[in-house]
């Protein structure tokens, strides 16, 4: 006698969702955030580089003279969570690292010429996603997602300013 085999349910799409528009909100999230770094993280791939390497250059990039502890803060990790990355960045010649001239003890970085082509291609192709996706979404779409981020963004870090 042969048991009857069932073929299995159908998958389930992550944004069908029995909780409704909240849900399919999260999943579009996440989503969205993979579709976001999908090309830097191609990128990052051949480099043997990942998500934290491409956070650093981004705040870097933008915070010249950064002190180390103050790039601690802004991406909310440990000391040690830091240190394989940016030690990675600093060997491979992306980062430089210098003691500021008032406490030699404090250490600044900023990126180098390599490092600024790197974040620069990085931050492109995020460019492009973003640009594609608010134009498919209309004239107000960035505004709009812009507030939601930026509520988003203060229930964790008050004052956040863009």
């Known amino acids: 006698m042969t048991a009857s085999k069932k073929s299995p349910a159908p998958r389930q799409s992550i944004l069908d969702s029995p909780r409704g528009s909240v849900d399919e909100t999260i999943a579009?999230?996440?989503?969205?955030?993979?579709?976001?770094?999908a090309g830097p993280k191609r990128v990052l791939d051949k480099l043997g580089f990942g998500r934290p390497h491409h956070r650093i250059l981004f705040v870097v990039a933008r915070q010249p003279g950064i002190a180390i502890t103050s790039l601690i803060d802004m991406l909310e990790v440990s000391r040690q969570a830091l240190h394989r990355p940016l030690g990675d960045l600093v060997k491979q010649g992306y980062v430089a690292q210098k003691a500021a001239p008032a406490n030699r003890r404090l250490a600044m970085l900023a990126l180098t010429p390599k490092g600024a082509a790197l974040e620069s291609k990085l931050t492109e192709l995020q460019y492009q996603a973003f640009a594609k996706a608010f134009a498919a979404a209309g004239p107000d779409a960035e505004q709009h997602w812009k507030a939601v981020m930026r509520a988003l963004a203060e229930q964790v870090r008050p004052a956040v300013t863009v």
Request: avoid cysteine; proline fraction near 0%; charge should be positive.
């Open 28 to 37: 579009l999230f996440y989503l969205g955030y993979r579709a976001g770094v």
